[in-house]
């Protein structure tokens, strides 16, 4: 049963960067489709970003052009680096792997097609 754990969150002040990780145990994600998702306090949680196991990426317009995601799959890990951080980016992140079946890609922006998530890591940005 693979498990992931999230790493990198903190305080920043807004305009700073922060490098989340996401690392993998207990088997190899390699072939999963990997997505970082934020929940704030009071809102729905909502998908960030995801990169498939081809490194194909995609973004929510709110994130686009400041957060990057990436993974080094020797490694098991993921990435997401986070620059010209906003206030309004502050809230739980946690990140989800799941199986590129036919149906992720109609619906990986849903929290349903991903397996396994890790337990979240703290975003605080300060304006």
């Known amino acids: 049963q693979i498990q992931l754990v999230e790493s990198g969150g903190g305080l920043v002040q807004a305009g700073g960067s922060l490098r989340l990780s996401c690392a993998a145990s207990g088997g190899s994600f390699s072939s999963y489709a990997v997505g970082w998702f934020r929940q704030a306090p009071g809102k729905e949680r909502e998908l960030v970003a995801v990169i498939t196991s081809g490194g194909s990426t995609n973004y929510s317009d709110s994130v686009k052009g400041r957060f990057t995601i990436s993974r080094d799959n020797a490694k098991d890990t993921t990435f997401l680096q986070m620059d010209s951080l906003r206030f309004e980016d502050s809230a739980v992140y946690y990140c989800?792997?799941?199986?590129?079946?036919?149906?992720?890609?109609?619906?990986?922006?849903?929290?349903?097609?991903?397996?396994?998530w890790g337990q979240g890591t703290l975003v605080t940005v300060s304006s």
């Open positions: 989800a792997s799941g199986r590129q079946t036919p149906d992720f890609y109609s619906y990986y922006r849903r929290e349903g097609p991903y397996e396994h």
